[in-house]
């Protein structure tokens, strides 16, 4: 009995022990594996754009994962595509980021279920809570508040119109601050509750897509199997987030749901992380019909720096993307949406951005537009959109 017991308690110690070590290597081995980048720092551009790049006040991009990955953004991490010291770096004023909370086992962009889910696994190597969507929420929520406290006054998390006017009347004084906002991606991190709608505000959510790469209580994915537009619940999800003056996004959302969205409100919507398309078509991306309709609602649409949102592998094809965009919606109509670490090989890390501006140059597009791409656009945006 005894030598029974001693073999249990031996058993568990040594399970918690690969557990532990599991949690401090393997997130590390994942996040390097799923955040590639074709060409590592640091990029080569004309002095021109460099010099342009340099006097721009204000550069914005309107998606990013960062927070999904056990990764400390306050260092200079040698891998990865943003972190704090790169924001810095890259004189970016605002970087948003979102929160993915479960997604498919073999995710693909043309069909996907629900029933399974890879960051389970994930949340669990890295030692957070796997339990609720929402408290998975929660969890990245409170880590980038955390950021922002230990980042020696050089990180904020903006949450309010209010702040973000402070933030850049200080940053006039001080160009060496950097800010964020939070994000979700799939309302599904509603555990289908509206009222974690007024939970996922209080911890700082400003901007929330109803669905990712599947069909959820809200309505259906453009990855997913349905096609549906929004159910009672979503619409109830949508009412809730006007009221609240949360920014609608509807990256992934099924050409349905934005139809439906459209027909509920005359609000500014935004799509964070897109193609285009005119120059890349598949279900993924954003028919003209679509583009014309955000920018009749005012809204911004976030062009997205990997292949299978661009179709090419460098700066050139997302500022093909641009062009085409803004010569169909508008030039104040265009941003930033690389989703940089949200499972993306990018040609560049958030330092590289300066490409952008070197083929935005190139297609000729004027100082004043480049600006307003970069982030003006945002910045007014978020001015006028935030609570
Ligand atoms: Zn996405």
């Known amino acids: 009995m005894n030598k029974a017991f001693k073999l249990i308690g031996f058993t568990l110690i040594f399970i918690l022990v690969i557990y532990y070590l599991a949690t401090l290597f393997v997130p590390k081995i994942i996040d390097k594996s799923h955040n590639k980048i074709r060409t590592n720092a640091p990029y080569q551009v004309s002095e021109k754009a460099q ?16 927070l999904l990955w056990k990764r400390n953004l306050l260092k200079d991490n040698d891998f990865g595509q943003v972190d704090i010291p790169k924001l810095l770096k890259s004189n970016v004023g605002i970087q948003s980021f979102t ?13 996907n279920t629900g029933e399974s889910d890879n960051i389970t696994a994930l949340y669990l190597v890295q030692g957070r809570p796997t339990n609720s969507l929402t408290k998975r929420t929660i969890y990245q929520c409170e ?4 950021f922002g406290e ?3 006054g050089k990180f904020r998390v903006i949450s309010s119109g209010l702040e973000f006017k402070n933030y850049l009347s200080d940053r006039k004084q001080n160009k ?24 996922l505000f209080d911890n700082g959510v400003r901007m929330m897509a109803p669905t990712h790469f599947f069909d959820n209580k809200l309505g259906g994915s453009v990855h997913g199997i349905s096609g549906a537009g929004l159910t009672e619940f979503g619409k109830e999800v949508i009412k809730k987030m006007i009221k609240l003056n949360m920014i609608i996004d509807i990256a992934h959302a099924s050409p349905q749901i934005i139809d439906d969205i459209l027909n509920i409100t005359d609000r500014p919507i935004v799509s964070s992380h897109t193609g285009v398309k005119g ?19 005012g809204g911004l649409v976030g062009i997205a720096m990997f292949e299978q949102a661009v179709c090419g592998t460098d700066a050139t094809a997302t500022v093909k993307a641009i062009k085409y965009t803004s010569d169909l919606i508008g030039v104040d109509h265009v941003a930033l949406g690389s989703d940089f670490d949200g499972s993306v090989t990018t040609p560049f890390d958030i330092t590289g951005l300066p490409l952008i501006v070197e083929e935005l140059l ?21 001015l006028n959109n935030l609570p």
Do not use: W
């Open 99 to 111: 929160i993915v909370t479960k997604s498919p086992k073999g995710q693909n962009f043309d069909k």
């Open 51 to 66: 010099n342009l790049y340099n006097s721009l006040d204000f550069i914005a991009d309107l998606h990013c994962d960062a």
């Open 362 to 382: 190139k297609l000729g597009f004027s100082e004043k537009e480049i600006k307003m791409i970069m982030g003006e656009n945002v910045k007014l945006f978020l």
């Open 176 to 199: 060496n601050i950097t800010a964020g906002f939070l994000g979700v991606e799939g309302a599904h991190a509603l555990d289908g509750n509206l009222k974690n709608v007024q939970v």
């Open 279 to 297: 120059t890349c078509d598949n279900v993924r991306n954003l028919s003209d019909k679509h583009l014309k309709a955000i920018a009749n609602s």
């Open 150 to 152: 230990d980042s020696n």
């Open 143 to 146: 880590s980038l508040f955390e």
